[in-house]
């Protein structure tokens, strides 16, 4: 990252091959997959920006949250750059790195902001003040919506990761088929609950007995003609199914907008992705623009690591080997 608005190169490695088996992310191949795949990353992305070690400013990681062994694989070789290469080491927020990945593609972007940051792991709100400063104003109770996706899919007999599936069969169903209830939260209002809208969908399928479509999914190759394999039914299912999240999601933004006199709403993570969400944002009447990362960074990146960073270069907030992996980092 160049000046913190220009990207010189992003490589991503995925590990979605190694995990679909499973259906869902394993920790622990999950950091044997970092391990394996760090030096080469970062040695094509020096190889592809034109840069040797003597030509960085800082290098910069993320301290969390995230799951703890990935982590560490990746704060252990940040130090090693530090302390061989004399670099400043600099910790950065996961969740910042999500902001920042909007902030790097739309400078208009005004603060303050409202930011929704929705991923696999991760539902929460925040109020952006303008020095980049954070309040959390509500989070997920159980699963993120990301998580909800994943494990609607995995009941339906989709591949990991479901998520995109389902938003691509969504657009063939009737979303308003199956009604759902509207999750009602003591304590914060604000707060979202996914684990009642899971429920009523394993609620659906025990009644309606999908068993053998289920199975013909599941016995499907991950790049099966899904729908194809998807009776009506199931994709009014799967289409009030997104409604519903995407409703929950967007309902909160209006309000949260005036309240904090937001000049901006950040929409980011990997559900950012989501072309339902995308869709509903820019007709939901929303008082001020809207901004998404394109798809390359809404999902985890270190692009956005490094944007995240520069803030933090200019300032001299440096860290040292005394920094240790959070996974449940607040931001």
Same mark, same amino acid.
């Given at each position: ?141 159980? #699963? ?54 899971? &429920? ?29 394999? &998807?009776?009506?039914?199931?994709? #009014?299912?799967?289409?009030? @199914? ?14 949260? &907008? ?51 960073? @520069? ?21």
């Amino acid at each position: 990252m160049d000046s913190g608005r220009s990207v010189l190169s992003s490589i991503v490695a995925s590990q979605i091959d190694t995990h679909r088996k499973y259906g869902g992310v394993v920790p622990e191949l999950a950091s044997r997959e970092h391990l394996r795949s760090i030096v080469p990353v970062v040695d094509e992305a020096m190889l592809m920006a034109g840069v040797g070690w003597n030509d960085l400013a800082a290098v910069a990681v993320t301290q969390g949250p995230g799951l703890i062994g990935s982590l560490l694989v990746g704060i252990t070789y940040a130090k090693a750059i530090h302390f061989a290469h004399g670099i400043p080491l600099i910790g950065v927020n996961h969740l910042e790195g999500h902001i920042h990945a909007v902030v790097l593609e739309h400078p208009e972007t005004e603060l303050p902001a409202i930011a929704l940051i929705v991923s696999g792991g991760h539902t929460q709100l925040y109020h952006v003040r303008g020095n980049f400063e954070y309040e959390l104003i509500a989070k997920t109770r159980d #699963d993120a919506a990301g998580e909800a996706y994943d494990k609607v899919g995995k009941l339906l007999g989709y591949p990991y990761p479901a998520g995109p599936i389902l938003d691509k069969l969504a657009l063939h169903g009737d979303p308003r088929a199956v009604k759902f209830t509207r999750a009602h939260m003591k304590g914060n209002p604000l707060d979202f609950s996914f684990s009642g809208l899971k &429920t009523a969908v394993l609620r659906w399928t025990e009644a309606n007995d999908i068993s053998e479509e289920t199975a013909a999914r599941r016995a499907a190759g991950a790049d099966a003609d899904w729908l194809s394999l &998807t009776p009506k039914r199931t994709l #009014d299912l799967i289409a009030s @199914f997104q409604h519903t999240v995407i409703r929950e999601l967007l309902s909160r933004l209006h309000v949260l &907008t005036e309240a904090h006199d937001a000049k901006s709403i950040i929409i980011t993570g990997g559900v950012a992705c989501n072309a339902g969400l995308r869709a509903a944002a820019g007709t939901a009447r929303l008082p001020v623009p809207v901004f998404f990362p394109t798809p390359g960074l809404s999902t985890d990146n270190a692009a956005m690591i490094a944007a995240a960073a @520069f803030s933090k270069l200019r300032r001299r907030e440096f860290a040292d080997l005394s920094m240790k992996p959070k996974a449940s980092l607040a931001l």
